[in-house]
């Protein structure tokens, strides 16, 4: 979590942090604050928005030419001026920013007590930079030399900036987890978290590797290290994303937006990958491993959140398509339970930043058994696309709103491509079914765009229920993950309690919690178990629930049963939910808005999960 922009050269520093935070405030938003170095080490922070730091600045002297910015997602000490970052060394020489988590600060805390250091946060990244404070007095020691023996005994995951007073001429940036990424311009160099505060200066970036770290000079060059003092050769690319993605465009909110984009975002997951005329699918990966796929005993899919929701689903999928077995994880729990996995399985590991942490310790310990890793992600570049060794990008673009809409239904596109493709690759769905669902396939961007259209029915749904206090969501087959991640949106954004549940499992427990002050969000589109989602809504209403239906257009059963129906274009039941979640993901926001939530921010989370 939390955002990192830095920045020498020859420009004002400070406009390009406090712009480069604002960008990556989707990953954090407890604090903000910038050090500055121009002869003075001066740092600015503030609890709460970038906005609430520049207010704080205000019209202080902020002219220097390097400095380091910070937005924080606090995990070790409360979201205070005090534990925002920069954090100073004791003799107020040194400045880091920091994202992830030190494991081991408490027993390197008390040593640095021990030896005579006050600590004025209660953060773990205090610690580091006193650490490397400690290191570097010792004889000849620099400071790029101080950070590196220092992040040898450091146990955790980070991203860090640091910099030192009477030193203009340097920046030292490392990584381990959580991802950097170095901006080379003219004479002058940037680091962020990702490359939104960089792409309006330059294109060429370098992705500093795990365990690696930057010495970044300001007379134009820098240098590659590993923790292990190995000079390495940088790689530099050319950054493909554009300035209007990262933009809202007219919108209110990125989450808008990016809800709006789906039509756009599944076409391009799409795109060069199936061709329904033809009859072809083709995900590169799948092509490369697909022997071992095929062999495989099973496909175990490790995710989070959102991701775990599109994983869920593809159970459903290729179970039914490819009629091989699968397994659903939750990454967080995979590693501390002793899963049985060896080198006959093949994990698919689903992450919309290909950063999350949990996941990542999942590929770990699947890769260490002998696993092959089929990553699915839409961050080019990110840590697990670097790891996996097969994957599909999701070409979703960038994904600012911290609760997930296009990179959920791009997921799901390409995993309900991988079903097909192997199911066509076994021979376990028949050719013609194959030109069936693909031709349906290549409708679902112009089906999502016209279920955008119901924004304005969607809205009215949205007043009369945004007072509730509670939300049932209920699908069954494909469309019950779909009601796990409405459920979920609603939960995240307008912080109404809400669950997913298996249509037929009400009856097992939740039924209790209805009566008529109980919307229930019913997703009734399959044609198969149509009969059965209709005897659910009778049982709904029988107990005086308030039935929000999601039907297809024309329906006439439910539509005589249900309180409201959203009627969406018809599609094949395995695709439905590319065109189900859409009107869920409108029914949060609208009801987030009208209750005055920050939907782009939502409280307590952050957009990419970098810690454990
Ligand atoms: N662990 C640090 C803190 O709590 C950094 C958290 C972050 O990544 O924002 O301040």
């Known amino acids: 979590m939390c955002g990192i922009v830095a920045y020498i050269g020859t420009r004002e520093a400070y406009p390009i942090l406090i712009k480069g935070l604002q960008r990556l405030e989707y990953r954090g938003y407890d604090s903000a604050g910038v050090a500055l170095l121009n002869g003075d080490l001066n740092v600015y922070k503030k609890a709460g928005k970038v906005v609430d730091l520049e207010a704080y ?35 107020g020489n040194l400045a880091l920013i920091h994202n992830g988590i030190i494991e081991n600060y408490e027993s390197l805390k008390t040593e640095l007590q021990r030896r005579g250091y006050l600590f004025q ?130 919108f209110d ?13 599944v076409a391009d997951a799409l795109r060069g990958r ?68 060896d080198h006959e399985d093949v994990m698919i590991a689903i992450s919309q930043s290909g950063e999350t942490a949990d996941t990542l310790a999942a590929i770990e310990l699947a890769k260490e058994r002998g696993a092959l890793i089929y990553g699915i992600c839409n961050v080019i570049g990110s840590s697990i696309a670097r790891v996996s060794h097969a994957g599909s990008y999701t070409h979703a673009g960038p994904e600012i709103g911290v609760a997930s809409t296009k990179a959920f239904s791009t997921q799901v596109a390409i995993l309900t491509l991988m079903a097909l493709q192997i199911g066509e690759a076994k021979g376990t769905i028949p050719t013609s079914r194959l030109r069936e669902i693909l031709f349906e396939l290549e409708n679902i961007p112009a089906k999502i765009e016209e279920t955008l259209k119901l924004n304005d029915q969607i809205l009215e749904i949205a007043k009369t229920y945004k007072d509730a206090t509670n939300f049932l969501y209920l699908g069954r087959g494909v469309n019950f993950p779909v009601a796990l991640e409405g459920a979920l949106k609603l939960k995240e954004i307008s ?3 809400a669950e997913g549940y298996p249509a037929a499992e009400m009856k097992h427990g939740p039924i209790a919690l209805i009566d008529e002050n109980m919307p229930v969000v019913i997703l009734a589109t399959n044609r198969s178990a149509y009969e059965k989602i209709v005897s659910n809504v009778q049982e709904v209403k029988a107990r005086k629930g308030k039935v929000i239906a999601i039907v297809n257009k024309g329906d006439r059963q439910i539509k005589g049963l249900a309180d409201h129906v959203i009627e969406v274009p018809e599609t094949e039941d395995i695709l439905a939910p590319l065109v189900t979640i859409v009107p869920l993901q409108l029914l949060s926001y609208h009801i987030a808005i009208l209750r005055g939530c920050n939907v782009d921010q939502p409280r307590n989370l952050a957009k990419s999960v970098t810690v454990e």
């Open 57 to 91: 600045v205000g019209a202080q002297d902020t002219h220097a030419t390097m400095g380091i910015g910070h937005t924080r997602w606090a995990t070790h000490g409360v979201p205070n001026d005090c534990n925002a970052h920069p954090h100073l060394s004791y003799s």
């Open 121 to 250: 946060s209660d953060t773990d990244t205090e610690v580091l930079v006193n650490l490397i404070e400690e290191i570097k007095k010792q004889e000849g020691v620099e400071l790029e030399d101080a950070v590196r023996i220092a992040l040898n005994e450091v146990v955790g995951a980070y991203a860090i900036v640091v910099m030192e007073k009477g030193k203009e001429d340097k920046l030292i940036a490392a990584r381990k987890g959580s991802p950097l990424v170095i901006g080379i311009g003219e004479n002058e160099f940037f680091v962020a978290s990702d490359a939104s505060p960089i792409i309006e200066f330059t294109k060429n970036v370098v992705y500093l590797e795990d365990q690696e770290y930057a010495v970044i000079n300001r007379d134009g060059h820098f240098t590659l290290k590993t923790l292990g003092n190995v000079e390495t050769t940088p790689s530099i690319q050319k950054l493909e994303m554009n300035l209007e993605a990262i933009e809202k465009g007219g």
């Open 253 to 265: 909110h990125f989450m808008l937006k990016e809800i709006y984009e789906q039509p756009r975002a």
């Open 274 to 341: 199936m061709s329904a005329s033809g009859g072809w699918i083709k995900l590169g990966g799948v092509v490369e491993y697909e022997k071992r796929i095929l062999n495989a005993d099973r496909l175990l899919i490790a995710a989070c959140g959102t991701s775990w929701h599109s994983g869920l689903l593809a159970e459903y999928l290729i179970e039914d398509v490819a009629r091989m077995s699968v397994e659903v994880e939750y990454a967080s729990e995979f590693r501390y339970r002793n899963p049985v996995v």
């Open 495 to 497: 912080y109404i309690h």
